[in-house]
Structures are given as C-alpha cells and as structure tokens.
C-alpha cells in the first residue's frame, strides 16, 4: 500500500483507468465479434454497417490511448480485407 497522500492519489487514478480501459477494450472486441459473425454470413449491407461500428470503435480506443493508432490503421485494414474477400468471392 501506498505511504504518501499523493502516492495514494496515483493509486486511485490508475486504478479508475484501469476500468475505463478495460471498458472500452470488451466494447472493441464485442463489436468485432459482431462484424464476424456478419462477415460469415455473407450478408453484404451488415457487414459494411458493423465495419462502420468496428471503425468507430477502432478509432475511439486509439483516441483514448487504450491500443496504439497504427495497432488500430492495422486492423482497419485488415477488416476491410477480409469484407472485400468475402464478399467479391462468386457463390456457386
């Protein structure tokens, strides 16, 4: 445990952001699991529409420092990979 007040002060702080980060870090994951899942299915209009909510979400963590900017370029790109894939394939 901490010994100074301001020490103390830190330790409350980190622990508030603490929470605030993980908040936002099972708010970007939930939003990309939905984006799979509408990816899987094939359906073209819910995949854009949840690549906007993924985007968001994306840049909303990087805002808040919560992942790196180019951890959130990477993945950006890579999602919008992964929907042109899916959806210029032919289905037989």
């Known amino acids: 445990m901490p010994q100074r007040r301001t020490a103390k002060k830190d330790l409350r702080q980190s622990q508030k952001r603490h929470k605030l980060n993980l908040l936002v870090k099972r708010q970007l994951k939930t939003t ?15 995949g854009k529409k949840a690549l906007g909510d993924v985007y968001k979400a994306l840049d909303k ?6 992942i790196h900017p180019n951890k959130a370029a990477r993945k950006k790109s890579r999602f919008s990979k992964l929907l042109k894939a899916k959806t210029s394939k032919p289905t037989e």
């Open 32 to 46: 990309v699991k939905l984006y799979k899942k509408a990816v899987a299915n094939n359906d073209d209009t819910s």
């Open 61 to 66: 963590a990087a805002t808040k420092k919560v």
